[in-house]
């Protein structure tokens, strides 16, 4: 049973240019959240995507959005990259509806470098 | 990932020895907290929840305890082991979300 799995691994933009980062949730998953964890610190809360639509966001700009498709999967992109978005890209995946206690998966991440 | 970590708190124990990382949290109103351990190269691996009702819960080897009064969070290691040598970070569930809120991390490197 494959976990949660991103694509691609490392990626290297350019500032001004988009990015679209790839993620297939855990089998029997149905929610995918997208957190950007910066150098040295915690993972920050992006989005989540619940049957195909946004259910929740964190503090982030418009330049960041996303999708999920109806195999459970997801895409995450950022037009108009700046530097300070150059980050560790974690994806996690859960299963609506589940009992206590709540679990994320998470896939390895996409780091994204941004010069 | 890879590169967690450059510049958090650091906490070096001797293998065998028991470990207890802290961590405060923000929201009076959250209903979970989770420790997550994060390897190197790696995403945030779950090590164990509570629910904001409780004050301590047990795994194996690992001890969670909740003091909401100065909204406190703390994990236990026991026998610490050279694979527990990783970035560990709380996170809290506020009441009516599915969000997670990382705390900031802890390095706990191992010695023999």
């Known amino acids: 049973d494959a976990g949660v799995t991103q694509s691609p691994t490392h990626l290297i933009k350019t500032r001004g240019q988009q990015v679209t980062l790839r993620c297939s949730p855990k089998?029997?998953?149905?929610?995918v959240s997208w957190y950007q964890q910066a150098l040295g610190q915690g993972p920050q809360f992006i989005f989540q995507?619940?049957?195909?639509?946004?259910?929740q966001r964190g503090n982030f700009p418009d330049r960041f959005s996303g999708h999920q498709f109806p195999n459970y999967s997801s895409e995450l992109n950022v037009n108009a990259l700046l530097l300070g978005d150059s980050a560790l890209y974690l994806c996690?995946?859960?299963?609506?509806?589940?009992?206590?206690?709540?679990?994320?998966?998470f896939g390895p991440g996409t780091r994204l470098t941004v010069t | 990932g890879e590169s967690v970590g450059l510049h958090l708190p650091t906490l070096s124990v001797q293998e065998g020895d028991n470990s207890i990382i802290n961590c405060a949290y923000s929201n009076s109103a959250s209903d979970y907290f989770i420790w997550y351990k994060q390897e190197s190269g790696k995403g945030p691996q779950f090590i164990i929840d509570?629910?904001?009702?409780?004050d301590k819960r047990q795994g194996q080897r690992v001890t969670v305890l909740l003091n909401k009064t100065v909204k406190h969070l703390s994990l236990q290691i026991a026998a610490t082991q050279p694979g527990d040598s990783a970035v560990y970070f709380c996170?809290?569930?506020?009441?009516?979300?599915?969000?997670?809120?990382f705390g900031t991390g802890t390095r706990l490197q191992v010695f023999p």
């Open positions: 996170a809290e569930i506020p009441d009516n979300t599915d969000k997670l809120i």
């Open positions: 509570i629910r904001s009702n409780m």
């Open positions: 089998s029997g998953h149905d929610t």
């Open positions: 995507y619940y049957e195909e639509e946004e259910r």
């Open positions: 996690a995946s859960s299963q609506s509806g589940q009992g206590i206690p709540y679990e994320q998966y």
